[in-house]
């Protein structure tokens, strides 16, 4: 069982920028590839990025074409910790963002993929 708590989120200006953090309890966190979606009003929950983790290949990441170059996603194993640095925020990225994690060591990019769910985090961006 893996609990995840999601925290940073907040009110930004177009531009700007903010970290997005996700603490995660029980063991063998390297085991598990973690993910953020996103769900803004009215929209369904969309995948935002991933990260997985293996002893032969290292940390693989993948990211929606709507963020690339602009989020950059990261894992501290030790500390049990997945972020997010959002950078050139625009309000379109406005929405509450979400933290999920899957056992596996390969990426993903499907909803129905992941097991553990965080309670979101929301994150504003005003224009």
């Known amino acids: 069982q893996v609990q995840l708590v999601e925290s940073g989120g907040g009110l930004v200006q177009a531009g700007g920028s903010l970290r997005l953090s996700c603490a995660a309890s029980?063991?063998?966190?390297?085991?598990?590839?973690m993910a953020w979606f996103r769900q803004a009003p009215g929209k369904e929950r969309e995948f935002v990025s991933v990260i997985s983790w293996s002893a032969m290949s290292g940390s693989r990441t993948d990211y929606a074409d709507s963020v690339k170059g602009r989020f950059t996603i990261s894992r501290d194993n030790g500390k049990n910790t997945v972020s997010l640095q959002m950078n050139s925020l625009q309000p379109e990225d406005t929405a509450v963002y979400y933290c999920?994690?899957?056992?596996?060591?390969?990426?993903?990019?499907?909803?129905?993929?992941?097991?553990?769910w965080g309670q979101g985090a929301q994150v504003t961006v005003s224009s």
């Open positions: 029980g063991r063998a966190f390297n085991s598990y590839t």
């Open positions: 999920a994690a899957r056992r596996s060591w390969t990426t993903g990019r499907g909803i129905n993929e992941y097991d553990y």
